[in-house]
């Protein structure tokens, strides 16, 4: 995976480059790549992708024949560049740094919050309060139910973990016994 974070990370930043000093932009090449992404993640248009009997024409024919959203100069030459490079597979990992990148401007990242049970607006409204305290940034929260957790919550900011989890206590009894 580190191998295609490195390739992807020019890209990311060319395009963040490029965009930076614009929301819309921001916004629209944001989108743009979510929606690439889950497109080539797609296992059918993966093959399509690494298919050596269609050349590099008939390639970006297709993608962009996929794509829902309009696409500009911009965005074709783009798709264009990753097709002739053979970095289409890698617009995953693009979108995902892009959208790193996107929430340093603004002071923003991404909470992925794990819960044991499902989590009501307001018990999410209230974690993401002391999430934002904690971590000192204003936080967006994407939210899943893992019954494998037995209780409480797990958190991952970035690279940072808060794990008050039952799964994980259990866990830290466990190793504090067999010590």
Known sequence: ????STIARPYAEALFASARNDQ?????WSSLL?????LVSIDDVREAMTDPRLNA??????LTGLVKSPL???????IALLVDNQRILVLPQIAEQ???LKNQL?????AEIRSAFPLSDEQVQQLVA??????????????TVDPELIGGVRVVVGDQVLDTSVQAQLARMRDTLAA
């Open 1 to 4: 995976m580190a191998e295609l």
């Open 24 to 28: 819309a932009a921001l916004e629209s």
């Open 34 to 38: 979510s929606e690439l992404a889950q």
């Open 57 to 62: 024409s008939k390639r970006i024919e297709l």
């Open 72 to 78: 500009s100069d911009a965005a074709r030459n783009f």
């Open 98 to 100: 892009f959208e790193h």
């Open 106 to 110: 603004e002071g923003t990242a991404l």
């Open 130 to 143: 002391g999430l934002e305290k904690k971590f000192g940034l204003k936080l967006k929260p994407a939210v």
